[in-house]
């Protein structure tokens, strides 16, 4: 079946119960809509229910937490074992399982179990020198406004192995404004404020 | 009192010229107001401030001259040859043919000046206006007359005679003079006439119809032209001179776009891109051909064909950017404003937006290429090379080009922050619930400049006058206003300035209501100093500059410590950006006594008073102490209870840096992490 919404062609699948857009169509925000509106349709006919469960902590897969738990302990124990690519591999197979989780369930409950996937993630990222990958895990954490000084931590460190010394210089720097005598911080500061300096050709 | 039609076609052409000399008087004063404001000569501005950098397309002889001073020309020539001119022309033809043909002379014989007709001062006294009187008669006296003059001539000498006598009789005789004191004639009050400059026949006669369809047509039909054109425009365009659609595209891309992607420079040119201004004024390009065009021109490549395409769209950008900007604030974007600012000044200085070479690439003839193959990134560290190196790192092999790439390389403002404080005016302390402002004290200084110069505290001290209490901001106008910045590749002059925002850094937003803040005035006398008179740091010889940027909201009531973050960047130039943390510290005022009241009322003296005082603080000491004690005691526990996790020790050898060698603490913060989890775990088991 194929309706013309808005200007553009739509098909579905009345066995799938899927919307998609007609092949050779080059639309890709509207696909990515698309997607998600069919992950949502497929979860609600799966569910078998006309309404889905509301997203409470007793409809949270608890199942799947002990899963995932256990998924995050194995991660912690290569990490200290030194296998920080099995550790980084191990995180984001539980981020993976969190992902998968179903929709309706409590949005609360996946980011509280999300955070330390994604920080430990980072930090396994930053061991094994990906720093983009680093990168992009503290960077969402901060876009989730997870203002953990640590987080800013991660994201400064990670640009400063970018060579975006401005930018991690900025970062180190938040980070203080909620933790002001982090030792931490403050020793990234200085070192990478000495390299700006050097990048300067202020300090040979 | 009467009304006379214009009949004998006589008073028309004054009235006619009247209006006429008023609307072209007040046209051609705007048209000649257009036309010097925009031809600002930019290198006589740029030539008196000291610091400046006056080199543009010509002088820098780049491929793109002739099309950018054919671009700057044909603005001009849009302004100077334009329906206006037309308007002015014809208007001033017809005020000098109606002055030269249908005036006649004005006849004075109606106007009565006794002075001027007796020829005297107007304070003569009685006695030389007899005098004068005397003579005057003597000679004109209708029977002292010539027997040759002519019949003619014999009246107009009666009439001389009369006038004569009426001037004397006026300044004489009692009742004549009353006469002309009152009503301006010796012979009493005089008929007044008001003219109406249509002839009669128009108005009463059988062709008023034509007059009457003269006032319809332009009352009936002209002005609600007139009116609904300029509503149009209001309509169709926004305050800031934008169209509507174009706002109206701007606020839905904002607000349907990906949460989790940022926008790029290069998506806020994408999205100028699709404005009305760009399609409609370049109907035979298409979005894609437009963006083509843009990055051939950020890449600096220079195309003949396309050449004025190119221009005229670029010199579009920036006002659409800073339209977008302001909605965008409105909004309450964070990441967005910074990456306009980032693209209008890729725009201005013709250097793509990505990549981290573009301090070296604002810079006129370099190779981009052989620039973004080597590790150097700053002007700083290239001016402490050999000319030999830095023609490396440029790939520039010209001597010539090379003077001029480090003479502009070494006048681009480098800002060195010093202090960045807030303020609350009259007040050593920022209390709460008051207005206050930042107060930046920096120092300009060239690239080429090394180390920084030790600055004396008392040079930081503002003295407070009254005017400064009212409106501390006034310093900032106070200071020259910054040059016309070195934009060789765009086809516009632009001023140099800082714009930018203040963030909270709790959330990483704009300040409430904070509007963009623009610096654009700034002594830059100190880009001319040498490194030795730099270093020494003098005052007079090193000026150090300030500026005070306004905090719209009044201070928190709640005593404490707040983050802020000042970004500012520069409109043209690379490297120069301000990005800096501001802490506002909030203190209680400490309580104002009135040392002597209180004595008096106390009973007290001085030293009593300061061992009050004293014995104040020991008690609150203690105090303070246990309650840190208490805290730090909770810390514990907490600590204790969290580790379950033990924590994971490693070192960071192998990490490339070496910095980094001898640090030995750890990322991880696995356990706080697991605490969180857990504490989710155990609220869910407990429901």
């Known amino acids: ?204 | 009192m009467e009304y006379k039609y214009d009949d004998e076609g006589e008073w028309w052409p004054y009235f006619v010229i009247a209006i006429l000399t008023f609307v072209v008087g007040l046209v051609f004063i705007q048209y000649v107001h257009r036309i010097v404001s925009s031809k600002e000569d930019v290198a006589t501005a740029n030539n008196s401030v000291k610091g400046s950098i006056s080199e543009d397309s010509e002088t820098l002889d780049l491929p793109h001259k002739d099309a950018i001073s054919a671009q700057k020309g044909r603005k001009m020539s849009n302004l100077i040859f334009n329906k206006t001119l037309v308007f002015l022309i014809v208007g001033t033809v017809l005020i000098i043919v109606l002055v030269a043909f249908f005036t006649k002379e004005m006849d004075l014989s109606t106007v009565f000046d006794p002075y001027t007709i007796l020829g005297v001062g107007v304070s003569a006294s009685e006695k030389e206006i007899k005098a004068k009187y005397r003579k005057l008669s003597l000679q004109y006296h209708p029977d002292k007359v010539s027997r040759d003059l002519t019949e003619k001539g014999k009246q107009e000498m009666e009439a001389l005679y009369i006038r004569i006598t009426n001037a004397y009789k006026a300044l004489t005789d009692e009742v004549t003079k009353e006469n002309f004191l009152k009503y301006g004639h010796p012979d009493g009050k005089q008929m007044t006439v008001h003219g109406i400059a249509i002839p009669q026949h128009w108005v009463e006669g059988k062709y008023s119809w034509i007059f009457v369809g003269f006032y319809f047509i332009a009352m009936g039909i002209f002005m609600p032209i007139i009116v609904g054109r300029w509503w149009d425009d209001v309509k169709s365009h926004t305050k800031r001179g934008i169209h509507v659609d174009t706002a109206a595209m701007f606020v839905r891309n904002i607000a349907t776009r990906v949460p989790g992607r940022l926008i790029a420079p290069l998506d806020v040119i994408r999205w100028c891109i699709e404005s009305e201004e760009i399609r409609s004024g370049f109907p035979h390009l298409d979005a894609d051909a437009v963006f083509d065009l843009i990055t051939g021109y950020l890449n600096r490549s220079y195309d003949e064909n396309v050449a004025v395409d190119t221009l005229s769209i670029v010199s579009k950008l920036p006002s659409l950017i800073d339209a977008l900007i302001e909605i965008s604030i409105h909004l309450k974007c964070v990441d967005i404003p910074l990456s306009a600012l980032e693209a209008k000044r890729a725009i201005v200085a013709a250097v793509k937006p990505t990549g981290k070479h573009q301090d070296l690439l604002q810079l006129p003839y370099v190779d981009a290429k052989v620039v973004e193959a080597q590790p150097v990134k700053r002007l700083g560290k290239l001016l402490t090379l050999e000319r030999d190196e830095i023609k490396k790192v440029l790939g520039v092999s010209d001597d010539k080009k090379l003077d001029t790439i480090l003479k502009i390389a070494s006048h681009i403002p480098v800002l060195r922050i010093l202090k960045a404080e807030f303020r609350v005016s009259g007040e050593a302390i920022v209390p709460p619930g008051a207005a206050c402002h930042i107060v930046v004290n920096f120092l300009v200084k060239s690239a080429k400049l090394k180390s920084c110069p030790e600055i004396d505290d008392e040079r930081f001290i503002e003295e407070e006058s009254l005017d400064l209490l009212i409106n501390p901001l006034k310093t900032n106008e106070k200071q020259p206003e910054l040059p016309y910045a070195c934009a060789p590749y765009f086809p516009e002059y632009i001023r140099n300035n800082w714009s930018g925002w203040l963030f909270q850094q709790s959330d990483g937003k704009v300040v409430e209501g904070g509007s963009t803040f623009v610096l654009g005035n700034m002594d830059l006398s100190n880009l001319e100093v040498s490194q030795d008179i730099w270093k020494a740091g003098n005052e007079g010889d090193v000026v150090l500059g300030t500026f005070k940027v306004p905090f719209t909201q009044p201070t928190p009531q709640e005593p404490g410590n707040y983050h802020f973050r000042l970004i500012l960047k520069n409109n043209a130039y690379y490297g120069c950006d301000i990005d800096i943390p501001i802490t506002m510290t909030v203190e209680n005022a400490p309580p104002r006594i009135n040392k002597e009241k209180f004595r008096k009322l106390m009973g007290e003296n001085e030293e009593e008073l300061d061992e009050d005082s004293d014995s104040d603080s020991d008690i609150s000491d203690p105090e303070e102490d246990s309650l840190a004690g208490a805290l730090a005691a909770m810390r514990g526990q907490s600590t204790k209870k969290s580790s379950k996790v033990e924590e994971v020790t490693s070192d960071v050898e192998e990490v490339e840096d070496e910095d980094f060698s001898d640090n030995e603490s750890v990322f991880t913060d696995i356990n706080t992490d697991t605490e969180d989890e857990g504490d989710f775990e155990e609220s869910k088991t407990k429901k």
């Open chain 1, 1 to 204: 079946m194929t309706t013309v919404m808005g200007g553009f062609e739509l098909v579905y699948d009345p066995k799938t119960k899927k919307v998609s857009l007609p092949e050779g169509t080059d639309l890709p925000d509207i696909k990515l809509e698309l997607e998600q509106l069919n992950t949502l349709t497929s979860e609600l006919i799966s569910n078998g229910n006309e309404v889905p469960p509301p997203p409470s902590q007793e409809s949270f897969n608890k199942d799947m937490s002990k899963m995932i738990m256990k998924m995050y302990e194995s991660g912690v124990g290569s990490f200290r074992k030194g296998d920080y690519e099995a550790a980084a591999r191990q995180f984001s197979l539980g981020i993976e399982m969190i992902v998968r989780r179903l929709k309706f369930e409590a949005f609360q409950g996946t980011i509280q179990e999300l955070t330390p996937f994604l920080m430990s993630r980072a930090d396994a990222y930053l061991k094994t020198k990906e720093y983009l990958k680093a990168f992009n895990d503290a960077d969402l954490l901060l876009n989730m406004q997870i203002n953990a000084p640590d987080n800013f931590l991660r994201r400064g460190v990670s640009n400063y192995f970018l060579e975006n010394y401005e930018d991690a210089r900025a970062d180190y720097q938040r980070g203080l404004a909620f933790a002001e005598n982090n030792e931490r911080l403050l020793s990234e500061l200085e070192i990478c404020l000495d390299k700006i300096l050097e990048e300067n050709g202020d300090k040979i």
